[in-house]
């Protein structure tokens, strides 16, 4: 169990004496030291002569040498003959001790011409400004101090929902207005978790007595009341399209379909204790739970089973690296089977894991309680929130793990944390009782419009070049070619293929071998599916050799070996344990 857990108190009177939701006080303003004395000048240092032209050996001894003639001044005429002449032998009449000149002028680069670079150097990407303090601030009264909660999401509507003990509020970004959506009876609180549909309409409310309550946001109004779902608390909520996922303390993970009166369809059971954290992918495909037993679990939508007697050892992978309650999850945007997790006070570590095979990627030691986790939908950044000892947001730049920002303010452990439909402002709620915006993913860059391509295209089945394919109506013989490619070893199906667009559709470019060689005639395309929707079926996607991995059609990276943007796309088909390859070539008619 994780340390310090669980501290909830009704604080009713403060409650009515504090406005929820409402801009907190503002902090004096503290003049930097920059600003200060503004009419303070600033000289250049004391003329110093240039010692180039001195040889310091020979000053010291010519200053020493007048004063000690001062002294004897009775000296025979003979010996100051003899001096005078050892002076000019020795010294070669170097009697200045002091070389005052100017610096002499620059030599004319007579080939500063000849030498111009021809190639203009990129400019550096300037570094993106992180501001440091949070840009606005909410009271939020009586926030329930429990780790294994889940009280705060945004919806895709820009309105920002927060659990504060019985009652639901909503706060409209958009607007800035607050209005309470829900008081919960007292037997049946706390509210102890919420999460918007993905219509950004409709949120689903966890409570203490073990009931989910379903809501109309538009029209403030009840639709319904799931009972019998668990036998205790609702922790955790995750939303599939039209099935409302719910992990309760009592370590059941239950699907409902709330489009229908039986709604419990399937369950998954593998947690022993409470079941703090739920994602699923963003393809529908996998699902991921974290509990206080200290296990991960990645479920498979296929996996869950309708009889509850029925529903062990249903999990794809079983991890078990973490030392503490597992409540952070997190799936990267950007590649599919990519997901990271923290780990509660004893732990302290984020970790990334590979989902389709299982394997943990790299983990890294925050040094405190991992709080929330939040990718960054613009760039390679993972956001963290922690507890003691400070309590701050910790940006990390992907896959390096180097901090780029500490945010502070906060003065007790970042319970949670909600990123806006944007992706550009996140929100934390901390056990302080306050809720601060920070704009600390910045505004995402304008995409310029892509040149449009100067070829048609079309779908086929088959892996041969556009020259050697029949017409759709004659598919059927592509498989010798598949088979060809597969088994030849200068021609085999490699996963370094460009990502393009043909027009206005995700396209893989060009075969290449494990050379390198490129094939430019040869053009090759996902399976065409609704709204080329490629992400609904990633978990097919296999490859045909050893040098490929498994991923979404579009995946950015290969661990190991750091090719960017590149990646086969297999569909299932007939090849033994591979598949057949979709592609697409120039328009022409049949």
Same mark, same amino acid.
Request: net charge neutral; hydrophobic share 35%; with cysteine.
């Given at each position: ?47 110093? *002569? ?38 000019? @032998? ?34 550096? @990407? ?9 840009? =606005? ?20 509507? +820009? ?36 999460? %918007?549909? *993905?219509?950004?309409? $409709? ?29 205790? =608390?609702?922790? #955790? ?25 039986? $709604? ?15 994602? %699923?992918?963003? #393809? ?24 509850? #007697? ?6 794809? $992978? ?8 597992? @409540? ?8 599919? +089977?990519?997901?990271? /997790? ?14 389709? /095979? ?13 709080? #929330? ?34 945010? /502070?303010? $906060? ?97 893989? @470019? ?46 950015? =990276? ?13 569909? *299932? ?15 022409? +008619?049949?």
């Amino acid at each position: 169990m994780d340390a310090g857990s669980r501290s909830i108190s009704s604080g009713k009177s403060r409650a009515a004496a504090q406005r929820p939701l409402q801009e907190a006080g503002s902090r004096p303003y503290m003049p930097s030291l920059s600003t200060r004395n503004p009419s303070a000048k600033c000289y250049g240092d004391r003329f110093i *002569p240039d010692r180039s032209a001195m040889d310091m050996d020979v000053a010291h001894y010519l200053l020493t040498e007048g004063k000690k003639d001062k002294e004897n001044a009775a000296a025979s005429p003979s010996k100051e003959a003899y001096r005078r002449l050892l002076a000019e @032998k020795l010294l070669n009449n170097r009697t200045r001790i002091l070389a005052f000149r100017n610096k002499p002028p620059e030599p004319e680069n007579v080939f500063a011409a000849d030498t111009v670079s021809s190639h203009q150097a990129k400019p550096a @990407k300037q570094r993106r400004y992180i501001p440091q303090s949070a840009e =606005r601030t909410l009271d939020a009264p009586d926030l329930v101090d429990d780790y294994y909660l889940n009280l705060m999401d945004w919806g895709s509507s +820009n309105v920002l929902s927060i659990a504060l003990g019985d009652t639901m509020y909503l706060w409209d970004a958009s607007s800035g207005s607050t209005s309470e959506l829900v008081t919960v009876e007292e037997d049946n609180g706390p509210i102890t978790s919420v999460s %918007w549909a *993905p219509d950004g309409r $409709h949120l689903a409310i966890g409570l203490n007595s073990s009931d989910i309550q379903l809501w109309d946001t538009s029209s403030s109004r009840l639709l319904r009341t799931l009972k019998g779902v668990h036998e205790s =608390r609702v922790g #955790s909520l995750a939303w599939n399209n039209n099935i409302l996922t719910t992990g309760g303390m009592d370590g059941r993970i239950v699907n409902n379909d709330v489009r229908i009166r039986d $709604h419990a369809v399937q369950t998954y059971q593998g947690h022993s204790q409470e079941v703090c954290g739920l994602k %699923w992918s963003g #393809s529908g495909q996998q699902l991921a739970s974290g509990g206080n037993d200290n296990l991960l679990h990645i479920w498979d939508v296929s996996m869950a089973s309708s009889m509850p #007697s029925a529903g062990r050892n249903q999990w794809l $992978h079983r991890l078990e690296d973490h030392t503490a309650a597992v @409540k952070a999850l997190a799936w990267c945007p950007f590649q599919s +089977n990519l997901l990271a /997790t923290g780990g509660g006070g004893s732990d302290r570590c984020i970790k990334f894991w590979n989902t389709h /095979t299982g394997a943990c990627l790299n983990s890294v030691d925050t040094g405190s309680q991992v709080c #929330s986790l939040l990718w960054n939908k613009n760039e390679r950044e993972l956001l963290s929130s922690h507890g003691f000892t400070q309590n701050q947001l910790t940006l990390w730049k992907y896959p390096s793990m180097v901090k780029m920002a500490e945010l /502070t303010g $906060h003065t007790s452990r970042v319970l949670f944390m909600a990123q806006s439909p944007d992706g550009c402002t996140v929100a934390s709620a901390s056990a302080d009782e306050t809720l601060r915006f920070w704009n600390v993913f910045g505004t995402p860059e304008v995409a310029k419009p892509a040149p449009k391509a100067s070829h048609t295209g079309m779908l086929w089945l088959g892996s041969a070049p556009p020259d050697q394919t029949p017409c759709p109506s004659r598919m059927s013989g592509m498989e010798k070619s598949i088979r060809k490619y597969a088994e030849d070893p200068t021609k085999s199906v490699m996963e370094i293929l460009h990502v393009e667009e043909i027009p206005a559709k995700p396209i893989l @470019k060009r075969w290449t071998n494990d050379q390198g060689t490129y094939y430019p005639n040869i053009w090759h395309s996902t399976f065409y599916l609704k709204a080329m929707d490629v992400e609904a079926f990633d978990h097919t996607y296999v490859g045909l050799d050893a040098l490929m991995v498994s991923g979404a059609p579009f995946a950015e =990276r290969r661990d190991g070996l750091g090719f960017e943007d590149r990646m086969a796309c297999l569909v *299932p088909g007939t090849l033994p344990g591979n598949g057949e390859i979709a592609c697409v070539g120039k328009q022409r +008619n049949c």
